[in-house]
């Protein structure tokens, strides 16, 4: 069992939690609201909230990850398993020297060995029985769906959250887990356990968020809901990956997850290498201005204009469609990568 940061922790030892960077949430943000979210963002309580983690159910843990991800076919994660690689390793790739070493640690402390492994870590903790019953309340961190009645913008990013929350409380959505745990994570009062949480939540809801339907439409669950058929080439070349059932139909969610990002490239770590490669000193410094609700924003809007822009519930997407939203996804995974690893120096900087 793993410890979970809770603010009660704060509160019962006196310890300072650390910056908040509320500041960086964006000046379209009501002010107010974005800082009493982000000092709220927290996992729930569980019975064994305060339980010390031994290595070896990490590793175990590990293993389970990587059957899990080897023998199964795709599932409904953002980007899929290559996808959040690809982020990770581009991340990876930007980090400040001393910011790595610090990475590198916190990895070793969650039984990960490497940032890529590790990036799919708060999927497959969804479908672990054990982890399940420790980390289920995740699930609604990997989102930010829009109802028709919250259209997009800024100021319904918070309303939206409150939407997905079965609480009914402001932890529902993908952008306060991130600030949430990034205070963590740069809080030099935090222990091992929950930074290494931290560290790995992080890097999967910052790829998560980048992916325009984790900001779409809570009718169709972010596309979910609306089934289409692959082009036959397509359909062909991408049936090893599918179940029975997606041969024939397969989500317009799963097709951004998982089919854009395969066509990208025959592996997904030539594919981070090239688009890392790829990227500019100017794209850098105008992706990293941004804030992470500018990414919630952008994405919803990618998801009005492009994802959903075609594709019918119960008819095959085009061939065109495939190929015109490849340069898009591809896009989308160098800002994540890029904008992962700008959090990460800047949380782990003095910490």
Not at 75 to 88: E, K, L, M, P, Y
Request: charged residues 25%; contains cysteine; proline residues 5%.
């Amino acid at each position: 069992m793993y410890a979970l940061w809770r603010p009660e922790r704060w509160e019962s030892t006196g310890q300072d939690p650390g910056p908040r960077h509320t500041d960086r949430l964006g000046s379209h943000c009501d002010p107010a609201e974005v800082l009493r979210v982000t000092r709220t963002v927290a996992a729930p309580k569980t019975a064994n909230a305060d339980m010390v983690p031994t290595q070896m159910p990490r590793i175990v843990f590990s293993l389970t990850v990587f059957a899990f991800f080897l023998f199964i076919p795709m599932r409904a994660h953002a980007w899929g398993f290559n996808g959040h690689r690809i982020v990770a390793k581009i991340a990876y790739e930007r980090l400040e020297p001393g910011v790595r070493t610090k990475v590198d640690r916190l990895l070793g402390s969650a039984g990960e060995v490497s940032l890529p492994a590790a990036s799919v870590w708060a999927d497959a903790a969804l479908y672990d029985h054990d982890e399940k019953e420790i980390y289920g309340f995740s699930k609604k961190f990997h989102y930010v769906n829009f109802s028709d009645e919250l259209p997009v913008r800024y100021d319904n990013i918070a309303p939206a959250c409150v939407t997905n929350s079965a609480q009914g409380d402001l932890n529902g959505c993908a952008l306060f887990a991130i600030e949430g745990y990034r205070s963590v994570l740069e809080s030099t009062g935090a222990d091992e356990v929950a930074r290494w949480e931290a560290l790995l939540f992080i890097t999967h809801y910052v790829g998560d968020i980048h992916q325009p339907l984790h900001a779409g439409r809570a009718a169709d669950r972010g596309g979910n809901l609306i089934m289409v058929s692959l082009p036959g080439p397509l359909a062909t070349r991408y049936a090893r990956l599918l179940d029975k059932k997606e041969r024939k139909w397969i989500s317009l969610h799963k097709v951004w997850d998982n089919i854009l990002v395969e066509q990208l490239g025959e592996g997904w770590e030539s594919t981070a290498e090239r688009l890392n490669d790829e990227i500019t000193d100017e794209e850098v410094e105008l992706w990293t201005k941004s804030s992470s609700a500018d990414w919630v924003i952008e994405s919803a809007r990618l998801a009005e204009t492009q994802a959903y822009r075609g594709p019918v519930d119960g008819r095959k997407i085009r061939a065109s469609y495939v190929s015109s939203n490849e340069r898009r996804a591809e896009q989308r995974l160098k800002m994540a990568g890029v904008r992962l690893a700008d959090m990460l120096n800047r949380a782990l900087a003095d910490s």
